[in-house]
């Protein structure tokens, strides 16, 4: 399974960014996909999880009504749409891929993307 992130890059402070996670080497339909971030010296932490499997979404609290998550499954592909970003939001984004179901926590996902820096400048 291979993971590739894209789409980070610098931004003010109130601007959008859409990242995007190319999915390959499932064998079957039944995984989920999410983002997390990691913030210098500070713990990855999940953003949002779609799963192929139910259809659903979730997001951490401080991401909602700002970031949507969608999927375009016949291209492989997981976005990440971030509106009305802030300072706080900026990282690295990693997408994480689980044959199971949406987690939070990051030890649930068995693969890894290297990440896409988002700078969200004040």
């Known amino acids: 399974v291979q993971l590739v992130e894209s789409g980070g890059g610098v931004v003010q402070a109130g601007g959008s960014l859409k990242l995007s996670c190319a999915v390959s080497?499932?064998?079957?339909?039944?995984?989920?996909i999410a983002w997390f971030r990691q913030a210098p010296g500070k713990e990855r932490e999940g953003v949002s999880c779609?799963?192929?499997?139910?259809?659903?979404?979730s997001y951490v609290d401080s991401v909602k009504g700002r970031f949507t998550i969608s999927s375009d499954w016949k291209k492989n592909l997981v976005y990440l749409q971030m509106n009305s970003l802030k300072p706080e939001d900026s990282g690295i984004y990693f997408c994480?891929?689980?044959?199971?179901?949406?987690?939070?926590?990051?030890?649930?996902?068995?693969?890894w993307g290297q990440g896409t820096q988002v700078t969200v400048s004040s």
């Open positions: 080497g499932f064998t079957f339909d039944h995984y989920a």
């Open positions: 994480g891929a689980d044959t199971r179901i949406c987690s939070r926590y990051e030890s649930w996902y068995d693969y």
């Open positions: 779609i799963s192929r499997s139910y259809g659903n979404t």
